[in-house]
């Protein structure tokens, strides 16, 4: 457990923080249903990086981020307050593009693998007259 960098630590709790304020405190209705997926932090712990997935198409995605950004002083208050962290660190919102990319991994083996089976059925073949 020793192995972990101070920023690794730092960056779990700030994930914890975030999405605690996320729900009792954040009520942009932009904002909607928002998960944390992690929290990237630089070493000398100055800057910080969230990245979200948030449900919704590229549009709610979009005003997702704009309401998550316009937070970004409670946020910023309020964790580093929590984790009495000396250092100004500076907080960022970056969605977390994933989860979207799986999906639509997922979904072109799901088409390549039903266009395979369909070229495996003996009716579908051109007859041979």
Do not use: W
């Amino acid at each position: 457990m020793g192995d972990f960098k101070r920023a690794d630590r730092v960056a779990d709790r700030i994930k914890k923080e975030v999405s605690d304020l996320l729900i009792r405190k954040v009520n942009d209705p932009r904002v909607g249903f928002v998960t944390v997926t992690r929290v990237k932090c630089s070493d000398d712990l100055r800057n910080a990086t969230v990245y979200f997935s948030a449900f919704g198409d590229e549009a709610k995605r979009q005003a997702t981020l704009e309401g998550l950004k316009s937070a970004l002083p409670l946020f910023r208050k309020e964790v580093f307050k929590r984790l009495a962290i000396k250092v100004p660190t500076l907080l960022y919102f970056r969605l977390d593009e994933s989860l979207h990319e799986g999906d639509r991994i997922q979904q072109l083996l799901k088409e390549i693998r039903e266009e395979r089976e369909g070229n495996d059925d003996p009716e579908a073949a051109p007859s041979a007259d």
